[in-house]
């Protein structure tokens, strides 16, 4: 999952090689921390977080099929 | 952006294999046709198109990071979102085609209102099965 998160910043951003994504394993859930250059900030959150918002959809639906809850926390 | 297609698509499939991305350049925009398996089609396009719709807003932003327009259509229908991009006379159709019209159903005249027929028999109903939903 976290090379999906990886694979649709870096189509969406500026500067793709600064698209770092850590995943911390909680419990029952995983923690997904997308990093971009400040100047990519608005394009992976997108008006009103549209981009954001759409990211995570399809981080939950890829997460339900493997068995377990990730959510994306941006910045 | 095709592999972004790919990618987002084979992440939520059972069928990861029968994930195929097609595209299609036209004079100002790239159509990309999505095929899975049967049985993931519910999964690519989700309640109310929310997974369809998350794509497309995805691919939409790298299209335009490349100066141009993608239009994502998934199964074989054509979406009613493509664009017609229609240059040119438009080819005259073969036939009109007329949609045939069922006849309406000849009603049956409502039975006059009068003593309700005693029923020859009674019978106890059965309790609906409950459904699960």
């Not at chain 1, 999952?1 to 090689?17: G, N, S």
């Not at chain 2, 989700?46 to 369809?52: F, S, T, Y």
């Not at chain 2, 006059?112 to 309790?127: A, C, K, S």
Request: no cysteine.
């Amino acid at each position: 999952m976290k090379d999906l998160i990886e694979y649709m910043a870096r189509a969406i951003v500026d500067y793709p090689d600064e698209v770092v994504v850590t995943e911390e394993t909680e419990e029952d859930r995983i923690v997904y921390h997308l990093k971009v250059a400040d100047s990519d900030m608005g394009k992976v959150i997108g008006k009103q977080g549209r981009i954001a918002n759409a990211m995570r959809t399809l981080l939950k639906v890829a997460a339900i099929r493997r068995g377990t809850w990730a959510v994306l926390e941006i910045g | 952006m095709k592999d972004l297609i790919t990618h987002m698509a084979r992440a939520i499939v059972d069928y990861p294999d029968k994930v195929v991305v097609t595209e299609e350049i036209e004079e100002d925009h790239i159509v990309y046709h999505l095929k899975v398996a049967d049985s993931d089609m519910g999964k690519v396009i989700g309640k109310q198109g929310r997974i369809a719709n998350a794509m497309r807003t995805l691919l939409k932003v790298a299209a335009i990071r490349k100066g141009t327009r993608a239009i994502l259509e998934i199964g074989e229908g054509v979406s009613p979102r493509r664009v017609p991009p229609q240059a040119g006379p438009q080819p005259e159709p073969e036939f009109e085609f007329e949609p045939e019209r069922e006849p309406e159903p000849e009603r049956e005249p409502e039975p006059e209102p009068g003593p309700e027929p005693e029923p020859e028999f009674e019978f106890e109903r059965e309790p609906e099965p409950q459904s699960d939903l």
